[in-house]
């Protein structure tokens, strides 16, 4: 995906990103996780934490900002035991790094899926990343675990943002489709749940996985009215709800499978009869 180009003559302050997240539904005492463009808003006087301070303008008082903190890229040399929760890098993007470096920052302990975030909640948002129940993941089953951010983010019904890029970006469509994998394992029984889980992507080896069109969701999330959309500088402000997100996307995986997933997940679905019967 290809963000927004931005246009360098506007600009932006603080006052256009409060009044901006407002406009899509920032309510005081929210926390809004989002996905961003730097380039794209324009030119943000006073850098990165303009935004930030926009943000926790918008949602003050007791609000929270936060952004995917991402340090795995996939490369070999990457593995967990060379993560270091308080130097080891985003990659994804200027203002989520920037938002690492804010001295104001608390960021999540987990090698491939951190969250880092700033504002009234941030060390309870980012405590705790592999805690509670484990849910599957290609990475590792922890990334999404209950206790993680991004499961708190449905739990709070946080924001969900994105600045001049689109839902392809969407990270917590990896715990949506966790959750439609542990749907489809609960209805084997639990002696052979991890033989079928096995089948499946993990831990960074790369076998089937329920992928789907985030873009072609965000279309339908739109038509729904869930998604919201204004201009923040020259880009594309869109948020929507976590849970209605989550809750939805998941019933349209389920209900209509043959339209969102690709014929090698569907036929391990299919395959799931066998598990049924005694070996």
């Not at 003050?60 to 890098?89: N, Q």
């Not at 890029?165 to 966790?178: L, Q, S």
């Not at 996307?249 to 049924?276: G, H, S, V």
Request: charged share 20%; proline share 7%; net charge positive.
């Amino acid at each position: 995906m290809v963000p927004e180009p931005g246009d360098p003559s506007v600009e932006v302050d603080a006052k256009h990103v409060c009044a901006a997240f407002r406009a899509v539904g920032a309510e005081p005492g929210d926390t809004v996780i989002f996905h961003a463009s730097f380039k794209s808003m324009g030119h943000v006087s006073g850098g990165a934490s303009t935004v930030f301070d926009g943000v926790l303008a918008a949602t003050s008082p007791g609000g929270t900002v936060a952004m995917p903190s991402l340090w795995y890229s996939g490369k070999p040399e990457e593995t967990p035991d060379r993560f270091d929760v308080k130097t080891s890098p985003t990659y994804v993007g200027a203002l989520a790094e920037a938002l690492r470096l804010d001295p104001r920052s608390h960021r999540s302990n987990h090698w491939s899926h951190a969250v880092a975030a700033i504002g009234a909640r941030a060390q309870e948002l980012t405590a705790r990343h592999s805690a509670g129940l484990r849910r599957p993941a290609p990475w590792s089953d922890t990334a999404f675990a209950t206790r993680s951010p991004w499961w708190r983010f449905y739990e709070w019904n946080a924001l969900y943002a994105f600045i001049g890029v689109t839902m392809r970006v969407c990270t917590i469509k990896h715990a949506i489709e966790g959750a439609l994998v542990m749907r489809h394992l609960a209805s084997i029984p639990a002696a052979r749940r991890s033989e079928a889980r096995a089948t499946l992507s993990m831990d960074c080896v790369q076998r089937l996985w329920p992928y789907y069109n985030s873009e072609a969701m965000q279309d339908e999330l739109a038509a729904a009215g869930l998604l919201h959309q204004t201009k923040l500088g020259s880009a594309t402000l869109r948020a929507i709800r976590t849970r209605p997100l989550v809750e939805i996307t998941l019933a349209k995986l389920l209900a209509e499978p043959e339209k969102w997933l690709q014929p090698p997940f569907l036929e391990w679905i299919a395959n799931l009869e066998r598990y049924r019967q005694a070996p």
